[in-house]
T-cell receptor
């Protein structure tokens, strides 16, 4: 069955370190998204991609970057981790847009603690 | 800009009670509307959706009707179970593009 996976599931790091969170999907979806989930804020979009070599900033993109070198993967990098980036991170993917109303499928999440 | 507002929780009900979680939206054009559910320790999963006015989405005993005149998509279930305890997110998919905007979520506790 097609799925979307994230790794690691839990990560503890120190302020100032670079951290990369992996997201891999086997749906062959063009669209991939990264969100963070925090109490009182719900889910907020960090970055998204509509295809290989395409990346776009979401509403809370500062301090984060992504790259899309193939269809299956969209790694999220925290260039210099800050305590404000302690959160639960979710990756999601969806099929082609262009008029069709596609559902986003979510990974299980990565819980990140920045000390 | 587009936005989704849903009732704040937590909502606590007894088993077999009637559930309503209110959701209203602000959007240009004709967005698709969704309810997602998040069980403890898991990611979000689609519960139901509606793509045009007056459509009713339904799944697992839950229902929601797309009301354009009131810009609402309230979630209802006639008889809740303990296993329905979760966080529920109302969301809209913008008419242009493929981004989804989520509400802040409503935590639901069902007591046996």
């Amino acid at each position: 069955d097609a799925e979307i996976t994230q790794s690691p599931r839990h990560k503890i790091t120190e302020t100032g370190r670079q951290v990369t969170l992996a997201c891999h999907q086997t749906w062959n979806h063009n669209n991939m998204f990264w969100y963070r989930q925090d109490l009182g804020h719900g889910l907020r979009l960090i970055h998204y991609s509509y295809g290989v070599q395409d990346t776009n900033k979401g509403e809370v993109s500062d301090g984060y970057s992504v790259s899309r070198s193939n269809t299956e993967d969209l790694p999220l990098t925290l260039e210099s981790a800050a305590s404000s980036q302690t959160s639960v991170y979710f990756c999601a993917s969806s099929g082609l847009a262009g008029g069709s109303q596609e559902t986003q499928y979510f990974g299980p999440g990565t819980r990140l603690l920045v000390l | 800009g587009n936005s989704v507002t849903q009732m704040e929780g937590p909502v606590t009900l007894s088993e077999e009670a009637f559930l309503t979680i209110n959701c209203t939206y602000t959007a240009t054009g004709y967005p698709s509307l969704f309810w997602y559910v998040q069980y403890p320790g898991e990611g979000l999963q689609l519960l139901l959706k509606a793509t045009k006015a007056d459509d009713k989405g339904s799944n697992k005993g839950f229902e929601a009707t797309y009301r354009k005149e009131t810009t609402s998509f309230h979630l209802e279930k006639g008889s809740v179970q303990v296993s329905d305890s979760a966080v529920y997110f109302c969301a809209l998919r913008e008419a242009a593009g493929d981004k989804i905007i989520f509400g802040k979520g409503t935590r639901l506790h069902i007591l046996p």
